[in-house]
C-alpha cells in the first residue's frame, strides 16, 4: 500500500472523493463502493477505481487532525477472482498495477480539490 498526503482538508469526505473519481474517470474506469455489510474490506479502503475483473486500485481517505491522506494499492477487486486464482490474481496486480496506480497518484496531484 503507498500513502500520498494532500493538503489538510479536514471538511473532505470520502463521498465527495469518490465523486470525484467517479467524475475524473468516467467512461475509462468503473469506480465502485467498498461498503459490505458482510465484509471488513471497509475497515480498509472506502472504495475502488475498476479496470477490469483482475486490476483495480483500492482507496481509503484517511483524515488526522493535522493531516489529510490516501492509502491506497492495487488490489484484484473480485473476491471470486482472489478466491479461485490462489494469490496469481494477486501477482498480476504487482506486476501490472503499476500503471493504474501511477494513473491514480497523476489524478491526486493534479486535481485542485486536493491541493
Do not use: W
Request: hydrophobic share 40%; charged share 25%.
Amino acid at each position: 500500500m503507498a500513502v500520498k498526503r494532500i493538503a489538510h482538508k479536514p471538511d473532505l469526505t470520502k463521498d465527495q472523493v469518490q465523486a470525484l473519481f467517479t467524475q475524473h474517470f468516467v467512461g475509462k474506469y468503473k469506480v465502485e463502493s467498498c461498503e459490505s455489510p458482510l465484509s471488513l474490506k471497509t475497515m480498509y479502503r472506502d472504495f475502488q477505481v475498476v479496470k477490469n475483473m483482475a486490476l483495480g486500485v483500492a482507496l481509503k481517505l484517511e483524515q488526522t487532525p493535522s493531516e489529510t491522506k490516501f492509502v491506497y494499492g492495487a488490489v484484484p477487486p473480485r473476491r471470486l477472482v482472489r478466491s479461485l486464482s490462489l494469490g496469481m490474481a494477486g501477482v498480476y496486480c504487482l506486476l501490472f498495477g503499476r500503471t493504474l496506480t501511477k494513473e491514480i497518484e497523476a489524478f491526486i496531484d493534479s486535481a485542485p480539490e486536493f491541493n
